[in-house]
C-alpha cells in the first residue's frame, strides 16, 4: 500500500493551547497505528508564533493555510474535534475547489459524518457544476466511506 499525506483539520479558537494538545495527540496516533498515512497539521506551527486571538494574526495563518490547499500538498483531509469550526467549513470548502477527498478521524466520525455530507451538499453547488439532490447521491465523489477500517 502506498503512504498519502493527510492533513487533519481540527478547530483551534478557543482553547488554543488544550486544541493544539489535542491535534498533537491526533498526528501520534495516526503516525504509529496507520503506516501508510503521514498526517500534518501544518497550523499547529503556525500557532506557535501567531496569536489565533488577534485577528490580523489570525489572518497571516489562514492565508499559509489555504497555501497548502491550493498546492495539494496533502492527498485527503480529516476532520476531527467536537464540531465544525468556522475554518473546518472553509477547509471543506477549499476541499471541493481543489478535489480532495474528505473524511472523518475515527472517534469523530460519529459527531462528524452527518455535518460533513451536509456541508458538500451545501457548499459542492456553488463550486461544481451539479444540483444539491445529486450530489447527495454522489458523497462518494467527496468523501471516503472507510469509517470503520480507521
Known amino acids: 500500500m502506498s ?16 486544541n493544539i494538545k489535542d491535534v498533537l ?31 490580523e494574526e489570525r489572518a497571516i495563518g489562514i492565508v499559509a493555510d489555504n497555501m497548502y490547499f ?9 476532520f ?3 464540531r465544525f469550526s468556522f475554518g473546518m467549513k472553509e477547509e ?3 476541499c471541493l475547489k481543489h478535489g480532495l477527498m474528505m ?3 475515527k472517534r469523530d466520525t ?5 455535518e460533513l455530507e451536509n456541508l458538500i451538499v451545501e457548499y459542492a453547488p456553488s463550486i ?8 447527495r447521491n454522489n458523497l462518494g465523489l467527496f468523501m471516503k466511506f472507510s469509517f470503520s477500517s480507521r
Open 103 to 105: 473524511d472523518c478521524y
Open 80 to 82: 476531527s474535534g467536537p
Open 128 to 135: 461544481v457544476d451539479a444540483n444539491p439532490e445529486s450530489i
Open 110 to 114: 460519529r459527531i462528524l459524518k452527518p
Open 92 to 94: 471543506v470548502k477549499l
Open 3 to 18: 503512504e498519502k499525506v493527510v492533513y487533519i483539520a481540527h478547530p483551534i479558537g478557543g482553547d488554543v493551547q488544550g
Open 25 to 55: 495527540s491526533i498526528l501520534r496516533d495516526i503516525s504509529f497505528n496507520q503506516k501508510d498515512v503521514i498526517p500534518i497539521a501544518p497550523y499547529v506551527v503556525c500557532c506557535q508564533y501567531l496569536d489565533d486571538n488577534v485577528p
Open 70 to 78: 491550493k498546492k495539494a500538498y496533502m492527498d485527503e483531509v480529516w
